[in-house]
């Protein structure tokens, strides 16, 4: 099992800045793929970012230029810095992990961390 801790959201005004911290511990061995997945009241969870442990980067088109995924290899974290944030941003933030283990994905989910921007 892997235990993933979210931390960094909160409120801000449009215009300012969050930085998502997620770190992994547990059975942390074969952890590939990290990532950020976002789900605003009402709608369906969608992909952030994700970020592979060779530091390959992708993002959904309405945060490119604006977020930023990173990842420390050595401390099991991702982060995400979300900059010039709207309001729609606004959304239950979370935090996924990729293991690769005998050519299985094992999937990670963390609790979630809540991201208001206002206007």
């Known amino acids: 099992q892997v235990q993933l801790v979210e931390s960094g959201g909160g409120l801000v005004q449009a215009g300012g800045s969050l930085r998502l911290s997620c770190a992994a511990s547990?059975?942390?061995?074969?952890?590939?793929?990290m990532g950020w997945y976002r789900q605003a009241p009402g709608k369906q969870r969608e992909l952030v970012a994700t970020?592979?442990?060779?530091?390959?980067?992708n993002y959904a088109d309405s945060v490119k230029g604006r977020f930023t995924i990173s990842r420390d290899n050595a401390k099991n974290t991702v982060y995400l810095q979300m900059n010039s944030l709207k309001p729609e941003d606004t959304a239950v933030y979370y935090c996924?992990?990729?293991?690769?283990?005998?050519?299985?994905?094992?999937?990670?989910w963390g609790q979630g961390i809540q991201v208001t921007v206002s206007s």
């Open positions: 970020i592979t442990r060779g530091g390959t980067t």
């Open positions: 996924k992990v990729e293991r690769n283990i005998l050519k299985t994905v094992i999937e990670s």
């Open positions: 547990g059975s942390i061995f074969g952890i590939n793929a």
